[in-house]
């Protein structure tokens, strides 16, 4: 079974400049996340989608970002301009089902973006 | 503010020797707790997880929980230079969030 892909694996861009990153879940998985790493900080929660709804969006920076997740498969995350400080690893995670205490998450591989 | 502290490392320990992680938090109202390892440009791997207290054993792993003293820990026995990588704490409350919060990461690294 294929794991969660992400693509690109880098980017790097220039202030100012759009940026497209995509995630594909593993099959069947109508849980997906992105996550955002910043150096030297922890991993910190952007959104959740549901399926192809937005279920938590509390922790996108500000409307610079935009995700979407047409027919509930795969997920972009645009960010529009670009601006120095989004530079990170941002991950994709997916999961089965909430009802559980475990829901396990499987990560995604993550996109490195610099924004120079 | 939910946070969660990890000494971030590295930790160094013979081949051989336990390695012992250790990660608190600060939200009583923690529920679930989980111990993700990430190799170097990798993808974090859930290695373990625990929602009650006391001690949870897999393989090599041991979990221990202590919600009084808000503290979860990871132990590795017969540690390998395969162990070596970031291990990873998350934490997650009930009440219908889903979304963990990480901390920072202890670095690994078992010596031969």
């Known amino acids: 079974e294929a794991g969660v892909t992400q693509f690109p694996s880098h980017s790097v861009i220039e202030k100012g400049q759009t940026v497209t990153l995509r995630c594909d879940p593993i099959?069947?998985?109508?849980?997906l996340y992105w996550y955002r790493r910043v150096m030297g900080k922890e991993i910190k929660f952007l959104l959740h989608f549901v399926k192809e709804s937005k279920q938590d969006e509390s922790g996108m920076p500000n409307n610079r970002f935009l995700a979407e997740r047409t027919g509930g498969t795969y997920s972009t995350l645009k960010v529009q301009p670009a601006e120095l400080e989004d530079s990170g690893v941002y991950f994709c995670?997916?999961?089965?089902?909430?009802?559980?205490?475990?829901?396990?998450?499987?990560f995604g591989p993550g996109t490195r973006l610099t924004v120079l | 503010q939910k946070e969660v502290e990890q000494n971030s490392g590295p930790l160094s320990v013979p081949e051989g020797a336990i390695a012992s992680l250790n990660c608190t938090y600060s939200?009583?109202?923690?529920?679930?707790f989980f111990w993700y390892r990430q190799y170097s440009g990798k993808s974090p791997e859930l290695i373990m997880f625990i929602y009650s207290n006391g001690d949870k054993e897999d393989g090599r792993f041991t979990a221990q929980l202590n919600k009084a003293s808000q503290y979860v820990s990871l132990l590795i026995r017969d540690s390998q230079p395969s162990d070596s990588a970031t291990y990873l704490c998350?934490?997650?409350?009930?009440?219908?969030?889903?979304?963990?919060?990480f901390g920072r990461g202890t670095s690994l690294i078992v010596h031969p």
């Open positions: 998350a934490v997650r409350t009930s009440g219908g969030s889903y979304i963990p919060t």
């Open positions: 995670a997916s999961s089965q089902e909430l009802a559980s205490t475990v829901d396990e998450q499987f």
């Open positions: 939200d009583r109202g923690s529920q679930s």
């Open positions: 099959s069947g998985h109508d849980n």
